[in-house]
């Protein structure tokens, strides 16, 4: 029987953090078990699952086709670019959202004005 995406997932997740995976998995990711548990089930990459392997160091190819190793050498890792995720816009926000009025307000400001500039390019 042909190895489904899911059990490659599961896989690649259970030989990085072991028994526990599932838990660890839906904290650093901010989502449920039942949705890891899910990931492991399908036969469908997701940009959920995208995401995941991109930030642990899944070999893609590996987990798409079953070719190649299941994580990438640490040279490819190094040389590949980081995907910021929506946990990493979430993180920055609540450290804004954190801050005193006046610099709330100071960053709000800083970051319109270089989003401005990016769009000028």
Known sequence: ????IGQRFKT????????FENKVIAQKYG???QAVIKFKRD???T??????ANQEGINLNYLSNGIGEVFLDTTQECAKERVIGENDFKEILGEILSLDLHSKEYMYHKIK????SFKRR
């Open 1 to 4: 029987m042909k190895e489904t």
């Open 12 to 19: 690649a997740i259970e030989k990085k953090y072991g028994k």
């Open 31 to 33: 989502m449920s078990e």
């Open 43 to 45: 036969d469908n990459l």
């Open 47 to 52: 940009k959920s699952m995208i995401e995941i």
């Open 113 to 116: 004005s270089e989003l401005l």
